[in-house]
């Protein structure tokens, strides 16, 4: 019933740190990287090349995609809102581009600063000069289920952005619970609404615990056949237009919950709390995976 393997996407540097008020060298986020790719993730979203202004804590995104020390086996994303972003990337030489857009209007103007329909008009060129260049494109529509600025949100609201994603080319879409409100059979709503667009290897799932729901959407999810999934090391992160949101679910739990079923990974649990560590230490902050904590009070 349940897919035999996942696929995890640690969006920790760039969705976990944006939000971050302290300044995090690129040094520390480079790291971050290496111990992520040194625990089995075949996945990093690193950055965003996004407005300094908007989000001042991924200015140095260059920086950090020119320091890495890449594996032929990962992939590496950076978030590109526009084709002044995307220009930008590409000169970072980025595996996969992320367009990223939303179910609800309110966010979309709060997040990107246009409508829904704007932010598809914005998206295409930049969508055709990926695929022009040999990038992948993926696409993430925000506030799936719920959003801070309009209340619950219905199915077909992320069906219409899926479909208009899969129009302008997109490749595979995240469909996000922004703000950790959802609960298991919205979540398989909003999952079946991309999916009558997208594949089932082209839909993941970025499930923010602000609530607590983010495993049980995740066992939700995998019911459906879904075996892409995003999360942040440590649990880290929340979004800057999202007010009172958290992290996405720690990468640490998913893979605890998906060892625990048998489903492989991939990923070496211990290398990865180590890492979720190394940054938790950094911050100054305690894990906000339940299972290293568990695990390292044992
Ligand atoms: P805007 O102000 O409408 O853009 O912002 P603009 O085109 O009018 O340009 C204004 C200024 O920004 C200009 O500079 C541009 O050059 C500059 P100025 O002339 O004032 O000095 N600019 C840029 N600089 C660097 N890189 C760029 C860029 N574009 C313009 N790419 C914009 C529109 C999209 C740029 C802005 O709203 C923005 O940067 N927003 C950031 C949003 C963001 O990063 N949000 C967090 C990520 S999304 C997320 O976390 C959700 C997700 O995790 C899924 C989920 O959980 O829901 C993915
Ligand atoms: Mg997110």
Redesign the pocket.
């Known amino acids: 019933k349940y897919p035999a393997r996942v696929k995890i996407i640690d969006?920790g540097p760039?969705?976990g740190l944006?939000?971050e008020k302290q300044a995090v060298p690129a040094s520390v986020k480079i790291e971050l990287v290496q111990r992520l790719q040194d625990a089995g993730l075949k996945e990093i979203e690193v950055t965003?090349?996004?407005?300094?202004?908007?989000?001042p804590q991924?200015a140095d995104n260059a920086e950090v995609m020119a320091g890495i020390a890449r594996d032929s086996g990962v992939l590496y994303s950076v978030?590109?809102?526009?084709?002044?972003?995307?220009e930008?990337a590409v000169a970072s030489r980025p595996d996969e581009i992320?367009v990223?857009g939303?179910a609800s209007e309110a966010?979309s103007q709060k997040?990107?600063?246009?409508s829904i329909a704007e932010s598809i008009e914005?998206f295409a060129p930049v969508v055709q000069a990926a695929l022009d260049a040999g990038i992948a494109v993926r696409g993430?529509?925000?506030?799936?289920v719920g959003c801070p600025y309009e209340g619950e949100i219905a199915p077909e609201k992320v069906g219409y952005v899926a479909r208009l994603m899969k129009d302008i080319g997109v490749q595979r879409v995240?469909v996000?619970?922004?703000?950790g409100v959802g609960t298991p059979i919205k979540v398989q709503k909003a999952l079946e609404a991309t999916l009558a667009h997208f594949g089932i290897d082209q839909v993941s799932g970025?499930f923010?615990d602000t609530y607590g729901q983010a495993l049980s959407n995740t066992l939700a999810a995998l019911e459906l056949g879904v075996w892409n999934f995003?999360s942040s090391v440590a649990g880290l992160g929340g979004?800057?237009?999202?007010k009172g949101?958290t992290g996405?679910v720690a990468t640490e739990d998913v893979v605890y919950l998906l060892q625990g079923m048998g489903i492989e990974t991939g990923i070496d649990l211990d290398k990865l709390i180590d890492a979720g560590q190394f940054i938790s230490d950094h911050l100054g902050r305690p894990t906000q995976s339940r299972v290293a904590k568990a695990l390292l009070t044992k």
């Not at 965003?48 to 989000?55: I, L, Y």
């Open positions: 969006v760039r969705d944006q939000n965003s090349f996004v407005s300094p202004k908007w989000v991924m978030l590109t809102p526009n084709l002044k972003g995307f930008a992320v990223f939303a966010f997040n990107i600063n246009c914005r993430a529509i925000s506030c799936t995240d996000a619970d922004t703000i970025h923010h995003q979004c800057p237009y999202a949101a996405n």
